[in-house]
């Protein structure tokens, strides 16, 4: 996989982790989670906005016993709760027999699904987490002690932030950070590397390898239903839950309609379903009514429109970067682009056209997109 590349070689006198970037080579393989069974010994190499919480699911239900049938019956939270890590002390060498698998993803799709899914919807740990560093580095003048809230960042700034992690070797985090540093493919030789592209087929692969039966037949018969439905619940149970933190820093209606916009934008909802809630509504409707409304808007939704809207998002928000950033984006993610055979400068990003409608997807008030789907056809 990393002939001809420059990759993160070693010998047996000397390692050079140059191009894969591994900050602490003897650490490695310390956020890799082990499968250890009877018939079998794994190794799995979570890259997050990856798939990552299905195989963290996937690896639960190997390593633990419980009530569940397929991944997405395990809950989140004790799928990343309760899992076990790889020993402090362990080494790749010690899992060369072992069957090793990760899933990678385009970065630029990575690093848009990471904007919208933790900054753009109310999230406040990651307003923090990333908000506050970046607007703090990007932000003359900003006054830090005048607010406790970091929800406006653009996406050009989280572009401008993500690139400048990369290169000071700084506030990485695992939803952006270059997928060659987080697994070191050339230096773990992996058995099996997925595509998010096609999650499913890849997916049958690594269930077909375990023989793991009610996943095959989760995978074979309704993925998509179970995928689309786990994915609306989580968008809309995590921001209720967070009610009160997110109501500091922005109105309940706004929250609402951002994470109404977030399942347009990830194309699980059209942009003909318009956000549900008016007036009083809007402040006493629970979690579990507003996911009724998201699913009933997403069985409402046409299947062409939502492959549509989610290019037309994707083309729009990097639309919005200044064009030297993306380049140094493509730099920046450059062992990705050539190891994992993704295009570096695809033409609907890297090409100027000036007659490119913007339809502002991100302005959470909009509601009427008039015919979008039959201009942009």
Not at 79 to 93: E, G, Y
Not at 246 to 258: G, L
Request: aromatic letters at 12%; charged letters at 25%.
């Amino acid at each position: 996989m990393c002939s001809g590349y420059f990759l993160g070689f070693h010998s047996e006198q000397n390692q050079t982790y140059a191009i894969e970037k591994i900050d602490k080579p003897g650490e490695i393989t310390r956020h890799m989670l082990p499968i250890s069974g009877q018939q079998t010994s794994a190794l799995y190499c979570p890259v997050e906005k990856v798939g990552s919480t299905f195989w963290r699911r996937f690896v639960y239900m190997l390593t633990k016993k419980g009530p569940y049938q397929h991944p997405l019956n395990v809950p989140i939270k004790l799928a990343i709760d309760k899992i076990t890590k790889t020993p402090k002390n362990s080494t790749p060498h010690m899992y060369e027999r072992d069957f090793k698998f990760m899933f990678v993803r385009d970065p630029y799709h990575r690093v848009l699904s990471a904007y919208i899914d933790k900054l753009y919807v109310p999230n406040p740990y990651f307003w923090d987490k990333y908000g506050k560093p970046a607007i703090k580095l990007l932000r003359s003048g900003h006054d830090m002690k005048r607010t406790g809230c970091y929800h406006d960042l653009s996406f050009e700034e989280f572009v401008r932030f993500v690139i400048w992690s990369e290169r000071n070797r700084k506030e990485l985090d695992a939803h952006f950070q270059v997928a060659t540093e987080i697994c070191a493919p050339c230096t773990m030789n992996f058995t099996f590397i997925g595509k998010m592209d096609n999650f499913k087929s890849d997916a049958m692969l690594v269930a077909n390898h375990f023989q793991h039966q009610s996943t095959i037949k989760m995978l074979q018969e309704n993925l998509e239903t179970l995928a689309k439905h786990d994915a609306i619940k989580d968008s809309i149970d995590s921001p209720f839950s967070w009610k009160g933190r997110i109501k500091r820093c922005m109105n309940w209606p706004e929250a609402t309609k951002r994470i109404w916009r977030k399942l347009q934008m990830r194309g699980l909802v059209d942009m003909d379903q318009q956000y549900p809630l008016e007036g009083k509504a809007i402040e006493r409707t629970s979690s579990p009514l507003f996911v009724q409304k998201a699913l009933d808007a997403s069985k409402r939704s046409d299947p062409a429109l939502l492959k549509l809207q989610k290019r037309l998002v994707f083309v729009e928000m990097y639309g919005s970067v200044d064009p030297k950033l993306l380049e140094d984006m493509r730099d920046v993610y450059e062992a990705d682009f050539r190891l994992f055979d993704y295009n570096a400068s695809p033409p609907e990003l890297f090409i100027n056209d000036s007659m490119r409608v913007v339809h502002d997807f991100i302005d959470f008030n909009k509601q009427d997109f008039g015919n979008f789907k039959t201009v942009e056809n």
